[in-house]
């Protein structure tokens, strides 16, 4: 078992720049592929970023509407997975997650949210001018 506690999110105004930071505690984060989703009022939850655990060769993946704005890093020594987030839209606005799941799942199953065993409470990201 694994507890996960994101860092507090915030205001942005668009175009700006915010760190999102996770901890994770429990186990060795290096066993585990660690993700982030987000949810925006009245929507599903979306994915956003993937970092595959280093015996799993360690890609990391993004949802097509962050990539070349948003990047995932892991530090398994200090057990974080951060995601930085740039050139932020309205659209961006939301709770994000960070989620974590042991194994080899596929890029595909990365991506969705019922493959992950284990979630953060989540943080608010609210981007507005």
């Known amino acids: 078992q694994i507890q996960l506690r994101e860092s507090a999110g915030g205001w942005v105004q668009p175009g700006g720049s915010l760190r999102l930071s996770c901890v994770v505690s429990?186990?060795?984060?290096?066993?585990?592929?660690l993700g982030w989703f987000r949810q925006a009022p009245g929507k599903e939850r979306e994915f956003v970023a993937a970092?595959?655990?280093?015996?799993?060769?360690?890609?990391?993946y993004y949802g097509d509407s962050v990539k070349g704005r948003f990047t995932i890093s892991r530090d398994n020594a200090r057990s974080t997975v951060d995601l930085q987030m740039n050139y932020l839209k309205f659209e961006d606005t939301g709770v994000y997650y960070c989620?974590?799941?042991?194994?080899?799942?596929?890029?595909?199953?990365?991506?969705?949210?019922?493959?992950?065993?284990?979630w953060g409470q989540g943080t608010q990201v609210t981007v507005s001018s």
């Open positions: 989620a974590a799941t042991s194994g080899s799942p596929t890029s595909s199953y990365l991506r969705r949210e019922d493959t992950y065993e284990y």
């Open positions: 429990g186990r060795a984060l290096s066993n585990f592929n």
């Open positions: 970092f595959r655990r280093s015996g799993g060769g360690g890609m990391t």
